[in-house]
């Protein structure tokens, strides 16, 4: 039986993104407001500009929006996980808060998920899969060789695992393990849970408005060093553990 989303959380980790909110916010309102309840969960990590303000702003036009605010700069996945935890619904949308990833391909990952788990209950995450990307030279090749590594390593089945755009099982969310970095290897760590994990093809844009965060060393090295540590915390996990109370 499918236990897929009738009401859904989307998640947008944004550090210093005021001019992506607004934009962001209406796109997703026009792709899943007719669709399904949902609420829009911004979690500024310590915006050094008015992000927190956009918020707000946005928040007048589009009552589902909700702000979540770090006292300090955590990172992307300290992001996730606060606007998770926050979260109201069983499923968890998230997406970037730069604009690249396109809102209108939630409908889509929503029908695979439908499909998907009419077939197989355990499917738990799916990822999108940015087939062209619109980067610099400098993200796409880290990005392809960081995939790279990932799949041969850890095995995961996932062409993108860096893709920001995905629909996740919010209870498995909180059982992983959280460490820094850890959205870089979510497939695998759903894997270790037991989870089946799906890709679907997405569109990506050029990013428009405002800069990025991410260069060689934080996005490709220590991706690396992080992958270590998760092929440690997979080989000591037992799944299948039963407990009967008597």
């Known amino acids: 039986m499918s236990d897929g989303p009738g009401f859904l959380s989307v998640v947008i980790p944004v550090c210093n993104e005021a001019d992506n909110v607004l934009p962001l916010a209406r796109e ?6 007719a669709r399904m309840p949902l609420e829009i969960l911004f979690v500024d990590d310590g915006s ?11 928040r007048a036009e589009i009552p589902e929006i909700r702000l979540l605010r770090h006292s300090r700069r955590s990172g992307q996945s300290a992001a996730v996980h606060s606007g998770v935890r926050r979260a109201h619904g069983a499923w968890i949308a998230t997406l970037d808060g730069d604009g690249q990833n396109d809102p209108a391909d939630f409908p889509a990952m929503l029908d695979a998920l439908g499909r998907a788990q009419a077939k197989d209950p355990a499917v738990r995450l799916i990822m999108g899969n940015r087939v062209t990307r619109r980067d610099t030279w400098l993200r796409r090749m880290s990005s392809r ?10 095995d995961d089945g996932t062409p993108d695992t860096g893709c920001g755009i ?3 099982h919010r209870e498995t969310f909180l059982e992983l393990p959280f460490f820094d970095h850890m959205h870089r290897f979510l497939p695998a760590l759903y894997q270790r849970q037991g989870a089946r994990v ?3 093809p997405v569109n990506h844009r050029p990013r428009t408005r405002g800069t990025s965060k991410y260069g060689l060393h934080n996005r490709l090295w220590v991706g690396i060093v992080d992958m270590f540590g998760v092929m440690w ?6 799944p299948g553990l039963e407990v009967v109370e008597e």
């Open 233 to 238: 915390l997979r080989s000591r996990f037992r």
């Open 145 to 154: 060789v960081a995939n790279g590594v990932r799949g041969w390593l850890l």
């Open 198 to 200: 799906m890709s679907v």
């Open 166 to 168: 995905k629909l996740m």
């Open 28 to 33: 997703i309102v026009a792709a899943l407001r």
């Open 48 to 58: 050094g500009d008015d992000t927190a303000g956009a918020v707000r702003s946005a």
